[in-house]
């Protein structure tokens, strides 16, 4: 039998102008509703590295800058996942969908009028920017 372990995700909110970069999700858990750029770090791979992968191959952006916002455990849908997120900025190019079968739609968004429904590690992302915590337990 193998064993169970968590996964662990990183993303990164890019903020620009007071307002936020936001992905709808497309063909994946969570499907139809507002993330940042972000996925599952790989094996060798840093948290930060992951993003920067991340959002080369979803996005087509180079970014850094990077700020640590939050850590969360999260153990809901029958999923465990540790997810590590930072603020970050983008340091060349242009957000473009590059992953059209991952993404729907793209935008930049006031963070006072944000689109619903958020993917729940952003919505906590921008809790903790606005709380200053930066440690949550999340479970069904």
């Known amino acids: 039998m193998d064993e169970q372990r968590p996964k662990v995700g990183a993303g990164v909110v890019i903020i620009r102008n007071g307002k936020t970069l936001l992905a709808k999700r497309k063909g994946s858990r969570a499907s139809g509703t507002w993330g940042s750029t972000g996925g599952h770090v790989e094996y060798g ?3 930060t590295q ?7 191959e979803e996005l087509g952006i180079e970014i850094g800058g990077f700020v640590f916002v939050s ?3 999260m153990l809901k849908h029958g999923k465990h ?3 590590i997120s930072f603020t970050g900025e983008i340091i060349s ?3 473009y969908i590059r992953e059209p079968d991952k993404i729907e739609e793209i935008g930049w968004f006031a963070l006072d009028a944000l689109p619903s429904p958020l993917f729940e590690p952003v919505r906590i992302v921008l809790e903790a920017m606005k709380s200053g915590e930066h440690y949550f337990e999340v479970t069904d």
Request: charged share 25%; hydrophobic share 25%; aromatic share 6%.
């Open 71 to 73: 850590c969360t455990n």
């Open 45 to 47: 791979e840093s948290p």
């Open 93 to 95: 190019g242009e957000p």
């Open 81 to 83: 996942y540790i997810d």
């Open 50 to 56: 992951a993003v920067i992968r991340e959002a080369q």
